[in-house]
């Protein structure tokens, strides 16, 4: 679990200092957020674009305005992730498959596995018609994901001769892929990320995918 160092015990005119600004013009520096979801369609996708539009769904997107920063807002970009979420009811990483003698190796892992390496995916981030890429899309990590343990067992419709598979399938949770503030966005200037893949990939299902921007978020105080 990440920790908070506890500083010494600080003044109150320093802490009325550090949520003011030290002069009229200078904005407020906060950690954010930025994230936006496609869905990828099994057997037909081959290229999504990400925050180049807003969305009415906060849920799948949260990028105030549609392509780029209001004015006069800065984002300094530290990290990229990506995360795949079966796009069904139910739990979103996990697939079951049943009635067979030996259970089927497709499912989340194998659907997960083809998004990120075997089907060769890559990310472009592009500023002002400046491309920074194309990159791995595997160097990209999740957000987070649902951990714990599954048992297996035959299912109550099929044969005992007949096995169950279960497969928890997301991406790796190794920090994202850094890039250390050197990319910074700023307002009124367009920009997207692209994911492409050379042949569309046949998976279990349909999925969302979202691309999340971490990094410094420099906006107005007032």
Known sequence: MPKIAI???QSYEALVAAVNPRTANAPES?????YDTQLYTSGTTV????????????????????????????????YIYTDFMLNSAGTPYLTVSAGAATPANTGALDDVGRLLLSGRGRLTL??????YG????????????ALGFLSDSNASTAAASQG????????????GAYV???????????F???????????????????VTFYGVYYRRIL
């Open 7 to 9: 500083p010494v015990a």
């Open 30 to 34: 906060v950690p954010w957020w930025f």
């Open 47 to 78: 290229s999504q674009v990400f925050f180049a539009a807003t969305t009415a769904a906060r849920d799948l997107g949260n990028l105030p305005t549609g392509g780029s920063f209001p004015d006069p807002n800065f984002f300094a970009l530290h």
């Open 126 to 131: 592009t500023i002002s018609d400046k491309a």
């Open 134 to 145: 194309p990159w791995p899309l595997s160097v990209t990590g999740g957000t987070g994901a």
């Open 164 to 175: 169950v598979s279960h497969q928890f399938g997301y991406n790796a949770l190794h920090g």
């Open 180 to 190: 250390g503030g050197k990319i910074i966005i700023p307002p009124k200037i367009g």
């Open 192 to 210: 997207q990320a692209q994911i492409d893949w050379p042949a569309a990939l046949t998976l279990t299902g349909n999925y969302q995918v979202r």
